[in-house]
């Protein structure tokens, strides 16, 4: 597939994992409407961000390899699974589809008779006063490390040539939804310098201050699963295997 078609496909994606997981958390977490109680609550928008890979990976997965993030992009090459030459055009388009995706959210969600953006916190990621819970910058660090690695640990096997054909956006879907029934409360989940990045700069202020942790972080997380899974997966050949929806 051509790099243009590929990297369309990952903006495409990544701008519907931001406008429907964020915009789950903007416009319909806490939505009460004529009847109380309608919100669909932190697990409802765990099960959004989730739902949006599972669909995208069934759309694109053939087209791009369905990353829709950056630091999954990374933790890929890092694996030998996706060429380092296709990084920043990757990388580039997901932050651009994340952009758009947050961009069309704050058309939406400014309809709505007294809705404040940056009061709101628009989904935005954060730690210490930031974080929903308080958690501290380390507690968050921590957190944004190990989830990304798990998640890309997930997707490495589970698009592993070895795995069962056809079930991988499922496994990746759950597994980004169980990361956000942990995180959220910690940062609001990110382990997405690309999903980060779209609502903060449209926030602003202390959240673009903050962003740099959610880049930080995820990659890092992501790279030692890069490392780590090829050691424990390798081949009796020792080669490691081909990621199934390249």
Known sequence: ?????????????????????????????????????????????????????????????????CHLNPAVSVGLTVAGRFP??????????????????????????????????????????????????HYSLAAAFICEVVMTGFFLFVILGATDKRAPAGFAPIAIGLCLTLIHLISIPVTNTSVNPARSTGPALFVGGAAVDQLWMFWVAPILGAVIAGVIYPLIAESRSGNAQEMALD
């Open 1 to 65: 597939m051509q790099l243009s078609k590929r990297v369309a496909a990952e903006l495409f994606g990544t701008f519907w994992l931001v406008l429907g997981g964020c915009g789950s958390a903007v416009l319909a977490a806490n939505f009460a409407g004529p009847v109380h109680g309608l919100g669909i609550g932190f697990v409802g928008v765990s099960l959004a961000f989730g739902l949006t890979v599972l669909t995208m990976a069934f759309a694109i997965g053939h087209i791009s390899g």
């Open 84 to 133: 380092a030459r296709d990084l920043v055009p990757y990388i580039a388009a997901q932050v651009i589809g994340a952009i758009l995706g947050a961009l069309v959210l704050s058309l939406i969600a400014s309809g709505k008779p007294g809705f404040d953006l940056v009061a709101s916190g628009f989904a935005s990621n954060g730690y210490g006063e930031r974080s929903p819970g």
